[in-house]
């Protein structure tokens, strides 16, 4: 009404969006300043070679952490991803290893068998997620109680598969699957090839499509969301069957590496994959975030890692402390912002 | 022990907007005063100053002459300055007593004092007239119940200066005689009162003074023995309260019905509702609050389950299950709760304006700079003002977030549009913005219907008006009929 609050509306917007966009940058000053320390603290640090170590084992976390974003950022999280990889590991080798026996006297060709595994996996991840998303809106029980339960299940489903030890991929298999993790086109590991497009193809769904911005307005505000005629339900489920999906690519990505599932496969993954989305920028609350902070922040957990076993400033046995601090740090620098 | 209070200056800015533009009067102790303005004319916040609630941006207040500033309820509380709130503050999960009591429990050495607690809310609640065990939850009471126990808990805190913000939105005819009589007593006990009430007829009953506020300033007061209540209403409006609304548009004897609801159930608060709008038609929904209106619409468009009735809309059958589906059918319905309902405070203005359409800029991918285009358009049609396209809408002012609201919800282009207090918390300038909006809808040939807790407003609006009580539909008035006295009077079923 008065031109004097018109001013004042724009200026602090702008000054707003100006400190949005400086928080924006802030996980990837923090990497770069990280990669700086780790080139001067040891010249291994880098090489092309380690770049592609760290951004390899990234990988599986990244893809998984692309998903958390969506799931987070509608407002829910999910605690049983590292679980759940490992039951699609072991129930991948299981039935992979199963079909090379030979079921009813036929035998089906190594690289179908690998395919029937890669697509078991797919799906398997998708009907975890719609579970979880069913619990979550149709059950009406929180996200956090649901996926804490399913946690303790996925993990022991596994065990009980393994029998409390391991389940290992028969050596017929393993040599031609091996190429999914070991192998590289252009130079570059098949996994980061897999991450960057599940990364870029985050980032269009979230800012670019209907599903995505539906995803926000439901973390920013689920109520406004409902009488804005989104269909809420429907897309939170859609957020845990995407989550899902990438943990079943992750997987299909991580049972070659070593070939075999136990049960400590994927143990705290989940913690890792909440902490590269918080690192990122996402905000625990929901409503905002980024695909491209998340995967930024996945790096720059590894890389922490990395410097830590490269270097002999503090001993390994204290990564796990040295990240939590990291996130504790980078969760003291979001506070306050509303 | 009265108290005598002096505003000087006071000046109060939320963020960007500011709501109060400098306010001086006084206030002489063992008085009682009515306190009038429109919605958003800043009397509450003002209030909320004085009851250590709120802190002044600028300008001083003064209490027997000294000048004070509270940091908080309980300071003010301890100088005898209580203030019963509009929106209840009370704890649902605990009992009468424990709220009463909260933060002041007896104790009788380490443990609490139950017992003396407890007689002395009986006692209090039956000044009152309360007639609960102190031990019943909070939240096992209706609204009106609840609003006499907010006003029990202010007699505990031996209030000097009471201040009461729309004591009797809630209350039945009888349990407002009531509390006057209790107002009187304390005024005869010395207390000084502030009333804050849109009900012009109480005020002119239970008050000495009236003070009048609009637009964040002080206005005028004058003795309400002098006073009529048309005065008042034209001094809270600031011009002829008829300058505020558009003529209505002259509605054709054949208009067809554009949408009906016959028999309609939804179940705690609906019961037996018929009703039909035509196109071109304003349709107003009067009632106290809890009468049932909000859910009524909730459960035409999918947010609540109904049981029985059945909707036509351009003489199709349609039971929308989920407000997607009422929309497709061509019905939105704007909520009360503008933050918590209406709009994404946190997100940008286009986001908010095609929310409930994305689909339309989604060719596969999301299109920015059609929505822009598309927010240009709105800002212009519906004149929302922004300095700054891209901001947030939480940086709008209450008026233009109600604008860039209507804009959200007329974005789909319905037949049938739904609007609950469609200018609660706009100034003025905004409210009549709103009217001629309203009006221009109708003249398009949509149906319009408008709930509104301002019978004014409804009465300068509507063509007809509904009114609700207790979840059924007990009249619908239309011209020659429409006037305060005869809604009221159906509102609580008194007529």
Redesign the interface.
Same mark, same amino acid.
């Not at chain 2, 918590?340 to 997100?347: C, F, N, T, W």
């Given at each position: 009404m008065r031109p004097a609050h018109t001013e004042d509306v724009e200026g602090s917007s702008r000054l707003g969006s100006f400190a949005r966009r400086l928080h924006g940058v802030g996980p990837l000053l923090g990497l770069v300043a990280l990669c700086i320390g780790g080139t001067l603290l040891n010249p291994d640090f880098a090489t092309f070679d380690n770049a592609m170590n760290v951004l390899t084992r990234t990988s599986f976390i990244g893809i998984i952490a692309v998903g958390m974003t969506f799931v987070i950022i509608s407002g829910g999280i999910d605690l049983s991803v590292g679980s759940m990889a490992a039951l699609i590991a072991g129930s991948m080798i299981w039935i992979m290893n199963a079909l090379a026996h030979g079921v009813g006297g036929h035998t089906l060709a190594p690289l179908a068998i690998i395919a029937v595994g890669i697509v078991l996996a797919l799906v398997l991840g998708g009907l975890f997620g719609l579970a979880h998303g069913l619990l979550v809106t149709k059950g009406r029980i929180e996200p956090f109680i649901v996926t804490l339960g399913t946690l303790g299940v996925f993990r022991a489903v596994l065990t009980w598969l393994a029998d409390g030890g391991a389940l290992t991929l028969d050596n017929s298999l393993s040599d031609l699957y091996g190429p999914v993790y070991y192998a590289s086109l252009f130079g570059i590991p098949v996994p980061i090839w897999v991450f960057l497009i599940v990364a870029a193809g985050g980032v269009i769904v979230l800012n670019r499509t209907v599903f995505g911005r539906h995803v926000q307005a439901i973390g920013s505000n689920e109520q406004v969301a409902r009488y804005a005629a989104i269909r809420v339900d429907s897309v939170k489920i859609v957020t845990y069957v995407l989550l899902g999906l990438c943990v079943g690519v992750a997987t299909v990505l991580y049972v070659p590496r070593l070939g075999s599932a136990t049960p400590t496969t994927g143990l705290l993954w989940e913690l890792e994959a909440i902490a590269a989305v918080v690192v990122g920028g996402t905000a625990l609350r929901g409503g905002e975030g980024r695909v491209i902070g998340t995967v930024i922040g996945a790096i720059l957990l590894s890389v922490i890692a990395n410097i830590l076993n490269l270097t002999s400033i503090i001993s390994v046995y204290l990564n796990a402390a040295v990240q939590g601090a990291v996130i504790i740090f980078v969760a003291f620098l979001q506070r306050g912002r509303r | 022990m009265s108290l005598a209070v002096r505003f000087d200056n006071i000046e109060k800015q939320f963020? $960007? +907007?500011?709501v109060l533009h400098g306010v001086s009067f006084d206030l002489a102790p063992g008085r009682i005063y009515g306190l009038l303005g429109e919605n958003g004319a800043g009397k509450s916040t003002l209030m909320k100053i004085l009851a250590g609630y709120e802190r002044p941006s600028a300008g001083t207040f003064s209490i027997d002459g000294v000048v004070k500033a509270f940091d908080s309820s309980r300071d003010a509380e301890a100088t005898g300055i209580v203030l019963i709130h509009q929106e209840l503050n009370l704890a649902d999960h605990l009992s009468i007593v424990q709220n009463m009591f909260l933060g002041h429990e007896k104790r009788r050495g380490f443990f609490l004092d139950e017992l003396t607690m407890r007689e002395e809310a009986r006692a209090r609640l039956a000044d009152v007239g309360l007639h609960k065990h102190p031990d019943t939850r909070v939240r096992d009471l209706i609204v009106a119940e609840k609003q006499l126990v907010e006003i029990a808990k202010a007699m505990l805190r031996d209030a000097r200066l009471l201040i009461m913000d729309e004591p009797t939105a809630t209350l039945t005819p009888a349990e407002t005689q009531r509390l006057f009589a209790l107002m009187a007593r304390l005024k005869d006990a010395g207390v000084t009162i502030v009333y804050i009430s849109h009900k012009l007829d109480e005020v002119e009953l239970v008050t000495d003074e009236v003070i009048v506020m609009r637009d964040g300033r002080f206005v005028t007061r004058g003795l309400t023995a002098e006073t009529t209540r048309q005065q008042m209403a034209n001094l809270m409006v600031g011009r002829e309260v008829s300058d505020m609304f558009p003529d209505k548009p002259i509605l054709a004897d054949d208009a067809r019905v554009a949408f009906k609801v016959e028999n309609d159930y939804v179940p705690g608060w609906a019961e037996n509702v018929s009703f039909s709008v035509r196109g071109g038609e304003v349709f107003g929904f009067a009632g106290l609050v809890g009468a049932g209106r909000t859910e009524l619409f909730e459960g035409l468009i999918g #947010?609540r389950p109904r049981t029985a009735g059945r909707i036509t809309l351009d003489g199709e059958h349609i039971n929308p299950r989920? $407000? &997607?589906a *009422?929309?497709k059918h061509g019905i939105?319905?704007l @909520?009360e709760d503008r933050k %918590? &309902? %209406?709009?994404? +405070?946190?997100?940008a203005l286009k986001?908010n304006l095609t929310?409930?359409t =994305?689909?339309r800029y *989604?060719h $596969?991918? #999301?299109d920015a700079q059609a929505e822009r285009d598309a927010l240009k358009k709105a800002v212009g049609d519906f004149g929302i003002?922004?300095?700054?396209l *891209? @901001?947030?809408a939480r940086? =709008? @002012?209450g008026?233009n977030q109600q604008k860039l609201a209507l804009a959200?919800f007329l974005h $789909?282009d319905p037949r049938v549009v739904v609007l609950d207090e469609p200018t609660r918390g706009v100034?003025v %300038? *905004?409210k009549r913005d709103i009217y001629f909006l309203i009006h221009a809808l109708a003249a398009e040939g949509r149906a319009v219907i408008v709930i509104s807790s301002e019978l004014i407003e409804l009465i300068g609006l509507c063509h007809r008006v509904a009114v609700m009580r207790g979840g059924q539909l007990v009249a619908t008035l239309g011209p020659g009929h429409l006037t305060e006295e005869r809604l009221i009077a159906h509102a609580t079923g008194t007529h």
């Open positions: - | 963020g $960007p +907007v500011r #947010l989920n $407000p &997607r *009422a929309m939105t319905y @909520s %918590g &309902r %209406g709009l994404h +405070v946190d997100m986001d929310m409930m =994305l689909e *989604a $596969p991918l #999301l003002r922004t300095g700054n *891209a @901001s947030r940086m =709008l @002012s008026g959200k $789909p100034d %300038g *905004a």
